[in-house]
């Protein structure tokens, strides 16, 4: 638990119970790409193999060796880009071990992750198949750790090269005549640190020289990612923007929201109102940190033609009892949603600059959507938050002006709350946007694990009468859902919203997230 570090931490709260919204409906700029609704899966613990991939042979449901129950949650997910292989696996991972029949296909160790012999019975085409059935666009992580340029550049070619290419023809071998798009290639992860321990400046003329190799085929148009930042490392940002500018057309950042990286990071399931704010406040640190990432592009890109892509991060906290060290599997209650929910809300007023996001990881890793044993499957709290939270893809996003009660996190200050400006806690968090079709959505949470709050949202120049949508929330702010009980933590309607004369006025229960239609 970390409520041991926080006994002296001062939480005051005022007394009022409400909170006013204005939605400015005719301020609208920016469109959330659906692309910030990411998600990230590696070879870790059992992220593919139990998780996504079980074999065309395994008597868990499957269609051709995807297990059937993953298969159909994620595709209601609506999933717009997956992130393969790794991660820091990505840099230890050779591709060409992964293709051809899956019998003859090398094992090697996954040194990163708890030792585990990996068989490469996923590899690229099992990868891309699914990226294919799914409907998301696949980013595929390259090796610059522990790979040559001409291993990056063939895997390009064999994936994308629709010709009589070498490579292409070794595709067709291996089944499959016609090439993939691929869209996104990241260059490295991590090379800070598991991807290679470099300097920012040895990898920027490393991403450079690999980039230079990845070429596009036959109308396929890469989007190269360069390897980013942790967290608070202005200084790489700083140095891949004076290095490699243009050359590369997305940056990437990483950012947890973790206790710290030694020691015990906390139980998923165990902690009490304290670790719980201290939580909210770690996870809103990230919008100083994009902040601060943002201005430092913006010096050197004042054009913005350079994206800020956020491909992990989530929560991390200790390995559950009982799972294999190194597999990094944890549960996820309610307060995983909430780190969702107010992450969404400010990744949404970035978007000139952030323009993507993949959470880690989609199954049975870290803040996982799906947690598996065997042949049962459960969707966390964290999935229906991203389901509830869909309808924001690719829609317009409408600014608020949101004032509510605060709470001061001054006393927690230690706890790797490193920004000046994140001493305090709003009890509500919000976002709204407008879709294709006119609809506007409203997401609002109510972060006070105690006290429902009377919530006004003023619509001026909005013609809605009435609101409806779905209510995430629980008994306990340390509920989740497990195999026994799968559906503790679920959406249900929400049917107390009422608008009159241009005011919408919702009751919103403590510790609740609901997503509004306006009709
Ligand atoms: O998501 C787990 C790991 O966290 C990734 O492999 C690595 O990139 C990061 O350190």
Not at 193 to 202: H, K, L, N, T, V
Not at 407 to 418: D, F, P, T, V, W
């Amino acid at each position: 638990m970390l409520s041991g570090l926080l006994v002296a931490a001062s939480l005051t709260l005022s007394a009022q119970n409400s909170a006013t919204i204005t939605l400015k409906a005719d301020e609208g700029k920016e469109i959330i790409p659906k692309e910030i609704y990411g998600q990230f899966a590696e070879h870790l613990g059992s992220c593919i193999y139990g998780g996504l991939w079980v074999g065309p042979d395994s008597d868990i449901p499957n269609i051709d060796g995807y297990r059937t129950d993953v298969f159909n949650a994620l595709k209601a997910l609506k999933i717009p880009v997956l992130r393969w292989p790794g991660g820091c696996f990505a840099d230890e991972y050779h591709w060409m071990d992964g293709i051809g029949p899956r019998e003859n296909r090398p094992k090697m160790v996954n040194n990163n992750w708890g030792g585990t012999i990996e068989d490469n019975s996923f590899g690229t085409h099992e990868f891309l198949n699914l990226c294919e059935m799914l409907g998301c666009e696949p980013y595929i992580s390259g090796n610059v750790g522990s790979g040559s340029v001409e291993e990056m550049a063939k895997w390009v070619e064999y994936m994308t090269s629709e010709g009589d290419s070498p490579m292409a023809r070794l595709r067709r071998q291996n089944g499959r005549d016609k090439a993939w798009k691929v869209k996104y290639l990241g260059v490295g992860n991590e090379s800070w640190g598991c991807g290679g321990s470099m300097r920012p400046e040895y990898y920027s003329d490393l991403y450079r020289r690999y980039q230079t190799y990845c070429r596009n085929y036959d109308g396929n148009r890469l989007f190269k990612i360069a390897s980013g930042a942790s967290d608070y490392d202005y200084n790489w940002t700083k140095v891949l923007m004076e290095r490699v500018g243009h050359s590369m057309h997305g940056l990437s950042l990483h950012y947890y929201t973790v206790s710290g990286w030694s020691g015990s990071k906390g139980a998923a399931t165990q902690f009490d109102n304290d670790d719980f704010y201290w939580t909210m406040g770690k996870c809103r640190e990230i919008e100083d940190v994009v902040k601060k990432h943002c201005a430092i592009m913006d010096q050197y890109d004042k054009e913005k033609r350079i994206a800020l892509m956020l491909d992990e991060w989530g929560t991390w906290w200790d390995e559950e009892p009982g799972t294999v060290r190194g597999h990094l599997y944890q549960q996820n209650t309610l307060r995983d949603a909430f780190v969702a929910s107010l992450t969404f809300d400010i990744f949404h007023k970035y978007t000139d600059r952030l323009k993507m996001a993949n959470i880690a990881q989609i199954v049975n890793v870290l803040q996982s959507m799906i947690l598996t044993k065997d042949e049962k499957m459960v969707l966390t709290p964290t999935y229906h938050v991203f389901k509830m939270y869909n309808v924001h893809q690719d829609a317009t996003h409408l600014p608020l002006d949101i004032d509510c009660r605060v709470m001061n996190l001054e006393g927690q200050r230690n706890r790797m709350h490193r920004s000046e400006t994140l001493r305090t806690l709003p009890m509500v968090s919000a976002t709204a946007s407008k879709d294709k079709e006119g609809k506007i959505h409203l997401s609002i949470s109510n972060v006070d694990v105690e006290n429902a709050q009377e919530i006004t949202i003023h619509l001026p120049g909005v013609k809605a009468t009435k609101a409806v949508g779905e209510i995430l929330t629980s008994k306990n702010i340390t509920d989740f859902n497990s195999f026994e009980n799968p559906d503790n933590v679920k959406p249900v309607p929400f049917k107390e919203a009422k608008i009159k004369k241009g005011v919408l006025t919702i009751k919103l229960p403590a510790k609740s997230i609901v997503t509004l239609e306006l009709l």
